[in-house]
C-alpha cells in the first residue's frame, strides 16, 4: 500500500507565500516521478511542476519563475515552494508520484489565496 501525504495549504494574501510537502510511505520500489497537479473549482486538474528522480524539473507557464519544486532529504519526499501568489492559483493542490509499483496520488490541501 503506497500512501501519500500533502500538508502545508491554507489561506494566505495575494503576494505571499506557502510551502507545500509531500511524503510518499509504502511499498516503492522505484519512483520516476514526483510532483504537484491543481483543480480549481468548476475546471479540470492541471500540472503545476514535476520532478525526476534524475532531478529535471518542468513547470506550468503560469507559475514559472514563483513556483519551485524540489526534493527533501527524507527519501520519497517533495516540496512545493509557492511565491508571489495570485488568486488565481487557488485551487486543491494534488502530490503526485509515478514509479513501480504505479501512479499514485495524494488526497489534496487546499490552497487559498484571497485579501
Known amino acids: 500500500q503506497v500512501q501519500l501525504v500533502e500538508s502545508g495549504g491554507g489561506l494566505v494574501q495575494p503576494g505571499g507565500s506557502l510551502r507545500l510537502s509531500c511524503a510518499a510511505s509504502g511499498s516503492i520500489f522505484s519512483v520516476y516521478v514526483m510532483g504537484w497537479y491543481r483543480q480549481a473549482p468548476g475546471k479540470q486538474r492541471e500540472l503545476v511542476a514535476t520532478?525526476?528522480?534524475?532531478?529535471?524539473?518542468n513547470y506550468a507557464d503560469s507559475v514559472k519563475g514563483r513556483f519551485t519544486i524540489s526534493r527533501g532529504n527524507a527519501k520519497n519526499t517533495v516540496y512545493l515552494q509557492m511565491n508571489s501568489l495570485k488568486p488565481e492559483d487557488t485551487a486543491v493542490y494534488y502530490c503526485?508520484?509515478?514509479?513501480?509499483?504505479?501512479?499514485?496520488w495524494g488526497q489534496g490541501t487546499q490552497v487559498t489565496v484571497s485579501s
Open positions: 503526485y508520484l509515478s514509479g513501480v509499483p504505479g501512479v499514485y
Open positions: 520532478l525526476t528522480s534524475p532531478g529535471t524539473t
